[in-house]
């Protein structure tokens, strides 16, 4: 009597580490790009308007904006840890620089978020009420605003220019991707590190064109370094063929 030896079915093979690793960390750049932008549009009425703690208030786009900022910094952290496996095999001390860069970006975020909500409960608990003198309110006002606003030089400002710096040197060496995306982020690393620290002591403002200029190619880096580890992945490297 014959038997029949039967063979996995080769189309149930496993997602290959290394790919899915690209995949999701693709996805979490392009996240922070899709909750980011949004976040600034909605946030407006709060930045822009000294009195909005003692006025009527459009509450529900400054939690959706804030919302939006706690995706991004979410986000952030699931770069970094999607990324770490992989390009850890290539220089263990620049990914980890790379993870806690990324981190304290998140929790720089993090801090803009809770000062922006804080202005809204605020608002909502005492404006209109005698329990608050609206001068009082809107000085406090203020000073959360501003505190988001340094959050936000410190943290996609700065900490993006560092990000770019870490993880681009790193890509750039391994060959993950093509240099020629790495090459944008080492190029606009400086520009933006230079533009923040103007900023910082009062030489430049953050909205300025030199300060947008600035930002560009560290943008366009991320944003195609999200595009390529979605639709190709990474490159062929002994050096991360084991890794799991």
Wanted: some cysteine.
């Amino acid at each position: 009597m014959s038997t029949t030896l039967r063979t996995p079915n080769a189309t149930h093979t496993p997602t290959d580490p290394i790919r899915r690793a690209a995949f999701v960390a693709g996805c979490f750049y392009l996240l922070t790009f899709i909750s980011s932008i949004p976040a600034l549009l909605l946030l407006g009425p709060v930045l822009d308007n000294p009195g909005y703690i003692v006025g009527s208030g459009p509450d529900t786009s400054v939690l959706w904006g804030s919302f939006l900022d706690f995706v991004n910094a979410l986000a952030c952290i699931g770069t970094a840890v999607a990324l770490y496996p992989v390009v850890r095999r290539h220089n263990h001390s620049l990914a980890l620089g790379f993870v806690t860069s990324r981190m304290l970006e998140a929790a720089v975020i993090m801090i803009g978020v809770v000062s922006l909500l804080a202005v809204v409960t605020l608002r909502q608990d005492f404006a209109g009420t005698s329990d608050a003198d609206p001068a009082t309110l809107i000085t406090t006002g203020q000073a959360l605003v501003g505190v988001r606003d340094w959050t936000f030089l410190l943290g996609p400002g700065f900490m993006a220019g560092i990000n770019a710096l870490l993880l681009g040197t790193l890509m750039y060496r391994s060959r993950l991707v093509p240099r020629v995306i790495p090459t944008m982020g080492l190029i606009g690393a400086p520009l933006l590190l230079a533009a923040n620290t103007a900023t910082f002591f009062g030489l430049n403002d953050q909205l300025s064109t030199w300060s947008l200029l600035a930002t560009l190619p560290v943008a366009a880096w991320e944003l195609s370094l999200g595009v390529w580890m979605i639709v190709k992945g990474f490159r062929t490297s002994p050096v991360t063929a084991d890794t799991v």
